[in-house]
């Protein structure tokens, strides 16, 4: 055998028997032997490198392929040192299942502030957990309950709110862009014609679904024609409870406010407070 074949054959063996080395360490099954374990001393706290491009593959069923446990600091940890690698990963995970999680980290202490995902970044311009749907129309970031931002929140898009509903045709959603105010509320619009000094309005179906009617409502009216300079527009709150319909007279100084040809526009708001939050959408 040549000295370089030698010498290659070395590097091989040595980083074969690192990686091993390694693994036995974890207690990992390999392919090439039985269960490798780590030794009760000599080993422990050394660091080991393998050649380049060499791995391990580890394979299981039920339970998984690897299981790791620590009372106390890291059962795990993974450096990436490079600085200027833009596609290295310290941890990846990836899932087959069309329900699987390719990760899934669980805080099972049910006291404190234990938290099942903790992430941050040192950058001003950089994320502490970034999400994507990879462009297949799902969720970036979903969470199913409450969610608290302490700062400042943005959008670049519409901020609604989705509650599902019964109908005759069985489950809708409904979803309301969110009204820039200072307490949550729903809004619409309707326009009727006048009808000797008097217009009524018919809300949505939906509106009423998802608002309540033990709050306070109110309703604002203009005119978008009139024949008189001194007309005026009053509006009244809802006289029925379930909301389809509401009337809104008009008043004024002079006798016919309105032609017969005039519209009225009323826009009413009122607290919302559906009884259930958004179901899943899955």
Do not use: C
Not at 13 to 37: E, I, M, N
Not at 41 to 61: A, M, P, Q, R
Not at 163 to 178: L, P, W
Not at 223 to 242: A, I, M, V
Request: net charge negative; proline share 4%.
């Amino acid at each position: 055998m040549s000295e370089q074949t030698q010498d290659d054959a070395t590097d091989s063996t040595t980083g074969r028997r690192t990686l091993l080395q390694l693994a036995a360490l974890a207690g990992l099954p390999l392919a090439a032997s039985d269960l490798g374990r780590a030794a009760t001393s000599g080993h422990l706290g050394e660091t080991w490198t393998g050649s380049e491009n060499l791995d391990i593959d580890v394979s299981g069923s039920n339970q998984g392929a690897i299981n790791l446990s620590s009372e106390e600091g890291f059962a795990l940890k993974s450096t990436l040192t490079s600085a200027t690698d833009s596609t290295g990963t310290a941890i990846y995970g990836n899932t087959a299942s069309d329900s699987g999680k390719a990760v899934w980290a669980e805080a099972t202490n049910d006291s404190g502030d234990a938290m099942g995902v903790y992430g941050t970044s040192w950058s001003p311009n950089g994320y502490g957990v970034y999400g994507d749907d990879g462009g297949a129309g799902g969720y970036g970031v979903y969470s199913e309950g409450d969610m608290h931002v302490e700062g400042d929140f943005t959008a670049s898009g519409t901020k609604n709110f989705v509650q599902t509903v019964e109908t005759a045709d069985g489950e809708k959603q409904v979803a309301y862009t969110a009204v820039e105010a200072d307490r949550a509320q729903t809004e619409t619009t309707g326009v009727a014609e006048l009808e000797d000094g008097r217009a009524e309005i018919d809300l949505p179906e939906h509106f009423g679904m998802v608002t309540s009617t033990r709050r306070t409502s109110s309703s604002n009216s203009r005119p978008t024609k009139s024949t008189s300079r001194d007309s005026r527009l009053r509006s009244e709150r809802p006289t029925t409870s379930s909301w389809n319909r509401e009337t809104v007279p008009a008043s004024s100084s002079s006798p016919t406010p309105f032609a017969e040809s005039a519209r009225a526009t009323r826009t009413l708001r009122s607290s919302a407070t559906p009884s259930d939050r958004p179901t899943d959408r899955k």
